[in-house]
Nanobody, 126 residues
């Protein structure tokens, strides 16, 4: 199984930047995509923010973060990053690293992921 451990998030003012990282260890039968999800205060479900094909270059973003967030892998795919620029108050959420996805479901679909980190808080003030 995969073990995913996120770095500590943070608090910034609108327009600021943060970089999240996720340490990945172990193995899984399927790990075609890795992704970042977030759950905003008061929202029931986690939202797919960004995904990347494991070991590849294809990336996927939800519309609200395109051009502001960048997902990347490092250290031989043992690290997953989310660079967040021009942060806005609506980006405030608990952010989760996710892995263990198959290739036959959409990369930002919640149910495609079987392994999750513990979550890290990001707060953006106006």
């Amino acid at each position: 199984q995969l073990l995913l451990v996120e770095s500590v998030g943070g608090s910034v003012q609108a327009g600021g930047s943060l970089r999240l990282s996720c340490a990945v260890s172990g193995s899984a039968n399927y790990n075609y995509f890795m992704a970042w999800f977030r759950q905003a205060p008061g929202k029931k479900e986690r939202e797919g923010v960004a995904a990347i094909q494991t070991g590849g270059s294809s990336t996927y973003y939800t519309a609200s973060v395109k051009g502001r967030f960048t997902i990347a892998q490092g250290n031989g795919n043992n690290l997953l990053y989310l660079q967040m620029d021009n942060l806005q108050p609506e980006d405030t959420a608990m952010y989760y690293c996710a892995g263990g996805a198959s290739h036959w479901l959409p990369p930002l679909q919640l149910s495609n992921y079987n392994y999750w980190g513990q979550g890290t808080q990001v707060a953006v003030s106006s």
